[in-house]
Every structure is written in structure tokens, then in C-alpha cells.
């Protein structure tokens, strides 16, 4: 089982961003799966979550507005598309998914939002 996060990196604030979580080892349509984010010297911080069987999305206060969790079956992929970035964006942003007794974290990739 492996999840790997990509397409982070540095924008200007107002620009966007679209993060890629590839699953393997597992069907993320049957998974919880969710969006967190890291910042320096802070604690982990839950951005967004697409539940399983519905594809439920719901998401942080922080972001709300600004991004969208979504993903594609057939790729086994889940994004998050982030708008409107803000310098207090930038973190290292992990996909993470849940099901019963199991939980999967991916590795993180960075987003740097600055001028």
C-alpha cells in the first residue's frame, strides 16, 4: 500500500495550485480520504476530507471557499485544487486515507506560497 503526493511547489500569493494523491495497493473510492497540511513549528492541520461511498467533501474553515477535494476512479487519483493561495498556505501537505482500523499516510509535498 503506498500513497504519493505531487504537484506542490512555489506560487505567488492569488495563484493556484492542483496536488495529486496516486494511490496503490488499495481502490480510494472505498477509502475515507483526506487532505492535511504541516507548517513549520505548527501542529498537523486537516484541510479537507471525500468520504468513501458517497464522495462526501467537506473541508477545513481555513480553505473553505478556496479549495476542492475531488477525485478520479478510473486513475485511482484524489486532488486537491487549491485557489486563491495565501502566504499562510505554505506547509507540507500529506494525503491520508481511512478505513476501519486502517490508516495510510503519504509522504508530503511541499507548497510554498510567496512573492
Known amino acids: 500500500v503506498q500513497l504519493v503526493e505531487s504537484g506542490g511547489g512555489l506560487v505567488q500569493p492569488g495563484g493556484s495550485l492542483r496536488l495529486s494523491c496516486a494511490a496503490s495497493?488499495?481502490?480510494?473510492?472505498?477509502?475515507?480520504m483526506s487532505w492535511f497540511r504541516q507548517a513549520p513549528g505548527k501542529e498537523r492541520e486537516w484541510v479537507a476530507l471525500?468520504?468513501?461511498?458517497?464522495?462526501?467533501?467537506d473541508y477545513g474553515d481555513s480553505v473553505k471557499g478556496r479549495f476542492t477535494i475531488s477525485r478520479d476512479n478510473a486513475k485511482n487519483l484524489v486532488y486537491l485544487q487549491m485557489n486563491r493561495l495565501k502566504p499562510e498556505d505554505t506547509a507540507v501537505y500529506y494525503c491520508?486515507?481511512?478505513?476501519?482500523?486502517?490508516?495510510?499516510w503519504g509522504q508530503g509535498t511541499q507548497v510554498t506560497v510567496s512573492s
Open positions: 491520508k486515507a481511512d478505513r476501519g482500523p486502517l490508516t495510510y
Open positions: 495497493g488499495f481502490t480510494v473510492s472505498t477509502y475515507a
Open positions: 471525500i468520504t468513501g461511498a458517497m464522495g462526501s467533501t
